[in-house]
């Protein structure tokens, strides 16, 4: 059976784990970075919920690539914003089902690699989308891929970073997973939650893994 997700409830429900992890997404950055990572990513959903209710007939991943690719700042808004816009795409081309969520996931990966030249290992939020990329082209479930995508991010604890601002603070923010990788997994958390409901993926806290989320 093909199972179709609502492309607007992942979203929603990405908005509500963003703002339930923001203090843990905060701590992460204040780790590694400015510490804006947490407000970036809530206020950029609270936006696309707000563009979601006052065009409710367009795309909802074209809603939220417009809202992170025009108003989110940091390192990562824009980036989050070529993952919707490539999400957006594929959904468009081959439904919303897995392999639209398949390519969509993929194609979103090599856009973000394109510009920021991250690879896997380099302590980025790549450490989440490859291995999610890799569970949904291998034919994996929602939830398989949620999983990996969420023992990506948590491997980073244990990586020094190469790219990005938290390449410049050495070995301080060893120990922590990378908010960035932390809070695109939590897209695929919610992609599951959405998608196969009766999954056990555990709370926001269990997937964010950090005790500031508790």
């Known amino acids: 059976m093909t199972v179709t997700v609502d492309q607007e409830k992942v979203l929603r429900t990405y908005a509500e784990a963003a703002r339930t992890a923001h203090d843990a997404l905060t701590a992460l950055d204040q780790l590694s970075g400015d510490g804006d990572f947490g407000d970036n990513l809530r206020e950029g959903l609270d936006g696309v919920e707000a563009g979601l209710d006052a065009r409710p007939g367009e795309a909802p991943f074209a809603v939220a690539a417009g809202v992170f690719l025009d108003e989110v700042g940091g390192t990562s808004g824009p980036l989050i914003g070529l993952l919707f816009q490539e999400v957006g795409r594929a959904l468009a081309a081959h439904g919303d089902g897995r392999e639209g969520w398949a390519a969509g996931v993929r194609e979103g990966l090599a856009a973000i690699q394109r510009v920021g030249e991250a690879e896997p290992g380099d302590r980025t939020m790549v450490d989440a989308l490859a291995p999610a990329r890799d569970a949904l082209d291998g034919g994996a479930g929602f939830a398989d891929a949620a999983r990996a995508a969420l023992a990506g991010a948590r491997a980073t604890a244990d990586i020094r970073a190469r790219r990005g601002r938290a390449s410049y603070v050495g070995e301080r923010a060893l ?17 599951a939650r959405v998608a196969e409901p009766d999954a056990d993926l555990g709370s926001v806290a269990d997937a964010v893994g950090w005790p500031a989320a508790s």
């Open 175 to 191: 120990g922590a997973p990378d908010p960035g990788a932390t809070g695109v997994a939590l897209l695929f958390w919610s992609l």
